[in-house]
C-alpha cells in the first residue's frame, strides 16, 4: 500500500513570497490533516478534512494560509505572504476517519524556510 | 483544551538497555486515545503503540509498553532491550472521541531519544 505523498521535500522561499504544498493521501482515506512543525516542537493541526469539508481550521491563520481538498482526495496548502515565522515542516496525513481510533499516517513532510 | 507535557527534552540510553521517556496530559474528558509516535531524522512520522484511556490493561507492541495510569493522567513508554534504530524523536500525544474535534491529534514537543553502542 502506497503511503501520504508530499511534495516538495525542501523549499526555500523569501518573505512575502507565495508557497503552496501538495499531499496525495492514501487511497481510501477519508479524513486529511495539515500539521505545522516549528522546530524544537510537536506537530500543530492546521487544518482537516473530512473528503472535501473542512471539519477543523481554528488554528490555521486564514489572512495568509489557505488549503483545499480536491475531490476529496488531494490536498494543497497555500501560504501567501510567507513570514519568518512560518518557517517549519508541515506534515500532511490521512486516515480512514470513521471512528477516533483509526490510526493516522503521515507524510515525510515539506521543510520550508522563509529568508 | 487539552495539553501534553514531555518534560525530558534529551534521553540517552546503551544499546540493549531499557528506557522510560514520560508524558503527562490534561483532560476533562474520561475516555480518549493516547499514543506514542516516533520520528527518525527522515521525518517520517510512525505510530508506536496507543491507549484508550478505559482499557486498564496496558498496552504492549513487542519492545515497546506503556504505563497508564488515568488518575495520574501520565502515560509513559518503556523500550527494552534498545537498538540503535530506537534513536528519534518520540511525541507523545492526545485525541478526545469527540467526531466534531475530528480526531486531530495534540501533540507534546517530544523527547529525543539517543542510543549509544
Known amino acids: 500500500e502506497a503511503g501520504v505523498a508530499q511534495s516538495p521535500r525542501y523549499k526555500i522561499i523569501e518573505k512575502r513570497q507565495s508557497v503552496a504544498f501538495w499531499c496525495n493521501p492514501i487511497s481510501g482515506h477519508a479524513t486529511l490533516y495539515w500539521y505545522q512543525q516549528i522546530l524544537g516542537q510537536g506537530p500543530k493541526l492546521l487544518i482537516q478534512f473530512q473528503n472535501n469539508g473542512v471539519v477543523d481550521d481554528s488554528q490555521l491563520p486564514k489572512d495568509r494560509f489557505s488549503a483545499e481538498r480536491l475531490k476529496g482526495v488531494d490536498s494543497t496548502l497555500k501560504i501567501q505572504p510567507a513570514k519568518l515565522e512560518d518557517s517549519a515542516v508541515y506534515l500532511c496525513?490521512?486516515?480512514?476517519?470513521?471512528?477516533?481510533?483509526?490510526?493516522?499516517?503521515f507524510g515525510p513532510g515539506t521543510r520550508l524556510t522563509v529568508l | 483544551a487539552q495539553t501534553v507535557t514531555q518534560s525530558q527534552p534529551e534521553m540517552s540510553v546503551q544499546e540493549a538497555e531499557t528506557v522510560t521517556l514520560s508524558c503527562t496530559y490534561d483532560?476533562?474528558?474520561?475516555?480518549?486515545?493516547l499514543f506514542w509516535y516516533k520520528q527518525p531524522p527522515s521525518r517520517q512520522m510512525i505510530l508506536v503503540i496507543r491507549q484508550e484511556a478505559y482499557k486498564q490493561q496496558n498496552a504492549t507492541e513487542n519492545r515497546f509498553s506503556v504505563n497508564f495510569q488515568k488518575a495520574a493522567k501520565s502515560f509513559s513508554l518503556k523500550i527494552s532491550d534498545s537498538q540503535l534504530g530506537d534513536a528519534a524523536m518520540y511525541f507523545c500525544a492526545y485525541t478526545p472521541p469527540l467526531a466534531n474535534s475530528g480526531y486531530a491529534l495534540n501533540f507534546g514537543k517530544g523527547t529525543s531519544l539517543l542510543v549509544t553502542p
Open positions: 483532560t476533562s474528558e474520561s475516555d480518549y486515545y
Open positions: 496525513a490521512s486516515s480512514l476517519g470513521r471512528i477516533f481510533t483509526d490510526t493516522q499516517y
